[in-house]
T-cell receptor
Framework: GESVGLHLPTLSVQEGDNSIINCAYS??????FIWYKQESGKGPQFIID?????DKRQGQRVTVLLNKTVKHLSLQIAATQPGDSAVYFC???????????FGTGTQLKVEL | GAVVSQHPSRVICKSGTSVKIECRSL??????MFWYRQFPKKSLMLMAT?????????EQGVEKDKFLINHASLTLSTLTVTSAHPEDSSFYIC??????????????FGEGSRLTVL
């Protein structure tokens, strides 16, 4: 089955710095990954996704990198802002994304 | 953008009663919806896949008679926690993807429903 985990439970960064949140997965058949942001008491919010035929995808201030060789993906947030403070989850699936397995989450704290 | 709405957002009930949580896709049709459970400071755990017009598919370890799922229309799925107990207290979240997008496209999540069983 799929196992998705995150390296660090908490990440503290200074406002304006770049943030990097890492995620490892176990199933080499995983072909679709998503990063979500979850603020306290709310549902997950889609940030960015990437398919296994890509190794990088960029959005607004965010970049996801996928390394299939070591089964690792990361989320990079440029110029981190206080509003970025939240828990970030990676999620992976096989077969295109219908059934997602979520990682344990990383709490991002942005210090002023 | 697409919106998924859950109701109620918070509910408190007595042990032994049943609670129904609704998940609606507001501006798109969803053949499939997903129900997750999340404990404090934990990740989302998929409970079941709700299929419009057919039985839900439950994940291993999830009691189908305990967590009744009904997907009566393309815009509404309901989760009923039957004979609730304090250990059922949790944050329940649904998600849906527009039917026209098949297995691709963005999954939209509801804001979640926090259940507290006294």
């Amino acid at each position: 089955g799929e196992s998705v985990g995150l390296h660090l439970p908490t990440l503290s960064v200074q406002e304006g710095d770049n943030s990097i949140i890492n995620c490892a997965y176990s199933n080499s058949a995983s072909d679709y990954f998503i990063w979500y942001k979850q603020e306290s008491g709310k549902g997950p919010q889609f940030i960015i996704d990437i398919r296994s035929n890509m190794d990088k995808r960029q959005g607004q201030r965010v970049t996801v990198l996928l390394n299939k060789t070591v089964k690792h993906l990361s989320l990079q947030i440029a110029a981190t802002q206080p509003g970025d403070s939240a828990v970030y989850f990676c999620a992976g699936s096989t077969g295109g994304g219908n059934k997602l397995t979520f990682g344990t989450g990383t709490q991002l704290k942005v210090e002023l | 953008g697409a919106v998924v709405s859950q109701h109620p957002s918070r509910v408190i009930c007595k042990s032994g009663t049943s609670v129904k949580i609704e998940c609606r896709s507001l501006d798109f049709q969803a053949t499939t919806m997903f129900w997750y459970r999340q404990f404090p400071k934990k990740s989302l755990m998929l409970m079941a896949t709700s299929n419009e017009g057919s039985k839900a598919t439950y994940e291993q370890g999830v009691e189908k008679d305990k967590f009744l799922i009904n997907h009566a229309s393309l815009t509404l799925s309901t989760l009923t926690v039957t004979s609730a107990h304090p250990e059922d207290s949790s944050f329940y979240i649904c998600s849906a993807r527009a039917s026209r997008q098949g297995n691709t496209g963005e999954l939209f999540f509801g804001e979640g429903s926090r259940l507290t069983v006294l």
